[in-house]
């Protein structure tokens, strides 16, 4: 008769519930785990895309004839969300990585599980690596964690530039909205002024003031800072009344987002600064 | 076209387009009936439940060529009662002076009010005029019946 018939010994073969991880797997944890080439990578490609991003906003400022395009905007700003989340989660493998009870496992000399070691483990009730590695992600579902991609997201400079850009695109006339504020107390609906406070015209190479983050036509703040000079002070105080900031030739930069909103609230309303100003 | 010519073209414009109730603001007409930005005319309402209220007190605004940079000059008639005007009819308001808190950026809007905030509220500390600020200060109810005199000459139809 065929070999099946044969009795085999039955065998009280029972894995524990604890098992030591192999020493190679460990190996393996070890070295994915302290890979710095990944955020190495996040930040080349960030900067690229800043990069990139920079030169395509650059090159319409140049350009008056051109529009800026709301989906390569949109698509720049998606992709440093995406990096951004890619670092968040690279800071969440990290903090699994530091975690007391996890690296617990790599310092720990263990024999690894054989048939004659199986014995001595059978008694052990401790929670496997890939326990402690799942609870500790768990925990980083909680709240407290994807604040952290909040913050990450808010802190970024150049990400929070782009969606100032694509807000002023689509509203040309309206305050940004501060995200930090209550949004209950920002419904006011306030308006952005596309105006030059000395001439009233709109404005067509606007500067602001660092200090005080007032905005002008650069030709006229330059007449004004020349008064200034020439003046028994020999300071130029901000044209806006209820600001107490001087002026310096210094601290004046262009400003892109009001160029921005004018170039687009042109558009909006398909019609041009000079229809306007021209009498 | 300068700074001063731009800006008092636009500051008629948003006059026009938009103004504080009971107030009216024009410029002057040159003897060639073309207009003269650089001067106006213009009226200041009293306001309710004061001693000024129910007249509209005439005005002159007087734009130099330095403006926005230098402030206007405004002027009440000669010898209008007020504390701080003076006798000639200059207004003497801490927003119309450069040497204090004239702004560029302030608007015509802007000074109109000013002008009848400071109506019935005269600064004790710049007086201008003789008559009115004396009243005021020593004699209240003179001070009342003359004001309320000038009201009547300037009253609203
Ligand atoms: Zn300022």
């Not at chain 1, 949109?74 to 903090?95: G, H, T, V, Y």
């Not at chain 2, 948003?14 to 504080?20: A, G, I, L, T, Y």
């Not at chain 2, 007249?55 to 060529?65: K, L």
């Not at chain 2, 207004?91 to 400071?118: F, H, M, Y």
Request: glycine share 2%; net charge negative; charged share 30%.
């Amino acid at each position: 008769m065929s070999d099946s018939e044969e009795e085999v010994p039955t065998m009280e073969l029972k894995l524990p519930d604890y098992l030591p991880l192999k020493s190679e797997l460990m190996r393996d944890f070890e070295k994915s785990f302290h890979n710095r080439t990944i955020p190495d990578i996040i930040k080349v490609q960030t900067r690229q895309i800043q990069e990139a991003a920079e030169k395509y906003i650059q090159y319409v400022l140049e350009h008056p004839q051109l529009d800026f395009d709301e989906s390569i905007l949109s698509s720049f700003e998606k992709s440093l969300e995406n990096l951004i989340r890619s670092e968040f989660e690279f800071s969440k493998l990290e903090a699994i990585r530091k975690n007391p009870s996890v690296s617990a496992f790599a310092s720990r000399e263990e024999s690894d599980l054989t048939l004659d070691s199986l014995e001595s483990y059978q008694n052990i009730t401790k929670p496997n690596f890939s326990d402690v590695i799942e609870e500790q992600y768990l925990e980083m579902k909680s709240p407290k964690y994807s604040k952290g991609y909040k913050d990450l997201i808010h802190k970024h400079k150049f990400y929070n530039y782009l969606n100032d850009i694509l807000f002023v695109i689509r509203n040309p006339e309206d305050q940004i909205p501060d995200e930090n504020e209550d949004e209950e107390l920002n419904v006011s609906g306030g308006k952005i002024s596309l105006k030059d406070p000395l001439s009233l015209n709109y404005y067509s190479d606007p500067v602001r003031s660092k200090r005080c983050k007032h905005t002008f036509e650069r030709s006229n703040i330059e007449e004004q800072l020349k008064r200034g000079e020439a003046s028994r002070e020999r300071i130029t105080h901000c044209p806006i009344a209820a600001c107490s900031q001087v002026i310096n030739r210094a601290d004046l930069e262009a400003d892109v987002l009001m160029i921005i909103r004018i170039r687009s609230f042109q558009r909006l309303h398909n019609k041009t600064r000079d229809v306007d100003t021209v009498i | 076209m300068s700074l001063n010519q731009i800006r008092l073209q636009e500051e008629r414009k948003q006059w026009r387009k938009d103004h504080p109730f009971g107030f009216y603001a024009k410029p002057m007409k040159t003897a060639d009936g073309s207009l003269d930005l650089r001067q106006w005319t213009a009226g200041i309402p009293g306001k309710q439940n004061t001693l000024w209220a129910n007249a509209v007190y005439p005005i002159t605004i007087e734009f130099p060529e330095e403006y926005p940079s230098k402030p206007p000059k405004v002027r009440f008639p000669a010898n209008f009662f007020h504390p701080n005007v003076y006798p000639s009819g200059t207004v003497c308001l801490s927003i119309l002076n450069e040497e204090q808190d004239w702004r560029p950026a302030i608007t015509l809007k802007q000074i109109v009010l000013g002008v009848q905030d400071l109506l019935d509220t005269p600064n004790d500390e710049s007086p201008a005029q003789e008559p009115a600020y004396r009243a005021y200060k020593k004699d209240r109810a003179l001070y009342e019946k003359k004001v309320k005199e000038q009201a009547k000459k300037y009253a609203s139809a």
